[in-house]
């Protein structure tokens, strides 16, 4: 047993400048005490340190190196150097103070297999190969069908392969080469086959749209949360109050996976969408800060380790992002902490509270009047341990 001693708490839905002692035993938070509490067991004191649960990205591919083109490359590694990949993406997240990840497309079933319970790496949340169609976006991941018949012995397999949640590729995708963001790939029927599958095996459903008539599809069909939500038609963005109307009545949860390496430049298919549909990074942020603004739930993911641009590790600049747009700090800190463990299902993750895992982030200043303090951690426990940044 010990404690960490700090002077402020963000404990995943608000904060207080009140400080706090936390209790730390057998990996978890034994208790929260005022700031000051006589204690008997060893405690670490963080001088100007804010308190926060470990953060959680909703949205990473850790089959992914973030290096050029790593979506494409996933099929040349060896099982063992796929493995090596993985790990070497969770160190990546680690140390930009997320301690926890949900893997939105492997090969084959290699990260779901991969998950060993080791401490030392973040908690994976893992949905084994999106369903696509052949040629699809991400279809060299392994999951392309046709037909409802297949659809349906998908969503069977990725519930005996133990497999947390299902994704499907509504839209087409940026990189994947021959694929359209503004196409859709299956219809609200289709969808909804793989939705009623899930459901009835426990399993959520979220879905890959970057297009208007796939974000349409997949609300039809009621998936549980979506991916990008970019809004684009053929020739631009369409954000149409019907279907924020809907996002918000179904309470939908949306991951618009902002967040990009500062100075980066996004690889020409990113750039030609952006061209394309007459947007910017900086319109994407403004248009999901207003979209929080309204109502829409939204989670904060990263996409990490598709690109450079995207490399594993940029969580924090997802959660900048929506201040920069508009949104208040500690709203946007929900994103990657209590509402992201929600999202995730992990109702033990994502709060300072007793009973819940010892992932806790120590920033340095005020991360409400500071967002930018996200990238320089202090210290980082995993459940528990204390970590090597």
């Not at 949900?102 to 779901?112: C, H």
């Not at 069977?156 to 021959?178: H, P, Q």
């Not at 939908?252 to 990074?281: D, F, Q």
């Not at 959660?319 to 109702?347: N, R």
Request: aromatic share 4%.
């Amino acid at each position: 047993m010990f404690a960490i001693e700090v002077d402020a708490v963000f404990d995943g839905e608000r904060y207080s400048g009140d400080g706090a002692v936390v209790i730390v035993d057998d990996g978890r938070i034994a208790g929260v005490e005022p700031r000051g509490t006589a204690l008997s067991c060893e405690v670490a004191r963080f001088e100007g340190g804010t308190l926060l649960p470990g953060l959680i990205d909703t949205h990473v591919h850790l089959c992914c190196d973030s290096g050029p083109g790593a979506l494409d490359r996933i099929p040349t590694f060896s099982d063992a150097e796929l493995v090596t990949v993985i790990e070497n993406s969770l160190k990546a997240q680690l140390a930009s103070g997320v301690t926890t990840v949900r893997d939105l497309g492997d090969r084959s079933f290699a990260v779901v297999d991969w998950r060993s319970g080791d401490d030392s790496f973040p908690t994976v949340v893992a949905s084994g190969p999106p369903i696509t169609i052949p040629q699809g976006h991400c279809w060299n991941m392994g999951g392309a069908v046709r037909g409802t018949d297949e659809l349906r012995r998908a969503v069977a397999e990725r519930a005996e392969r133990g497999a947390d949640l299902v994704k499907i590729m509504a839209s087409g995708g940026v990189n994947t080469s021959g694929t359209d963001p503004a196409v859709v790939q299956f219809s609200a029927e289709e969808i909804l086959v793989v939705v009623d599958e899930s459901h009835a095996r426990g399993l959520p459903v979220t879905a890959h749209a970057h297009s208007l008539e796939s974000i349409k599809n997949s609300l039809s069909a009621g998936v549980d949360s979506i991916e990008h939500c970019s809004f684009i038609t053929a020739d631009g963005v369409d954000l149409d109050e019907s279907v924020v109307a809907d996002l918000i009545t179904s309470r939908t949860t949306v991951c618009p996976t902002l967040g990009i390496v500062p100075g980066a430049n996004p690889p020409p298919a990113v750039l030609e969408m952006l061209r394309r549909t007459g947007t910017t990074y900086e319109a994407r942020i403004n248009l999901f800060a207003g979209l929080h603004e309204s109502g829409v739930r939204l989670v904060s993911g990263s996409d990490g380790g598709i690109n450079p641009d995207k490399a594993h590790g940029i969580l924090p600049e997802a959660v900048i992002g929506l201040v920069q747009g508009g949104v208040s700090p500690e709203a946007a800190l929900t994103t990657a902490t209590s509402t992201a463990a929600t999202t995730c299902g992990l109702s033990n993750k994502g709060r300072i509270l007793e009973g819940f895992d010892a992932d806790l982030l120590i920033l340095p200043g005020n991360p409400t009047t500071d967002i930018t303090r996200l990238r320089t951690p202090q210290a980082l426990y995993l459940r528990g341990n204390r970590v090597n940044l």
